[in-house]
């Protein structure tokens, strides 16, 4: 059974920094793309950036290339996702998700999702 368990949203004013974390657990993800998805109130759920477990190819959404970083500690099962620069429009619930095979920007490919961590920029 895999679970996804993110931590570390809060509230944070427009230009500073938080980091997400995804402890992840139930089975080994060497094969696997982590994958960082938020959803704004009133909004779809949109991709965010992913990583593969085992190589570390990464991939952002464009509206997060250059503030958000993706990594991965795969001695600790855990994905990371640092913000910085962070907006306002950055305010969303912030969901971790684990697919096997391939980096896939189509929340609908995700087999796994974490419960979501609230992330909130104030101006």
């Known amino acids: 059974q895999v679970s996804l368990v993110e931590s570390g949203g809060g509230l944070v004013q427009a230009g500073g920094s938080l980091r997400l974390s995804c402890a992840a657990s139930g089975r080994t993800f060497s094969t696997y793309a982590m994958g960082w998805f938020r959803q704004r109130p009133g909004k779809e759920r949109e991709f965010v950036a992913v990583?593969?477990?085992?190589?570390?190819?990464?991939y952002y959404a464009d509206s997060v290339k250059g503030r958000f970083t993706i990594s991965r500690d795969r001695a600790k099962n855990t994905v990371y996702l640092q913000m910085n620069s962070l907006k306002p429009e950055d305010t969303a619930v912030y969901y971790c998700?684990?697919?096997?095979?391939?980096?896939?920007?189509?929340?609908?490919?995700?087999?796994?999702w974490g419960q979501g961590t609230q992330v909130t920029v104030s101006s």
């Open positions: 990583i593969t477990w085992s190589g570390g190819s990464t």
């Open positions: 998700a684990a697919r096997q095979g391939s980096l896939f920007t189509a929340a609908a490919m995700y087999d796994y």
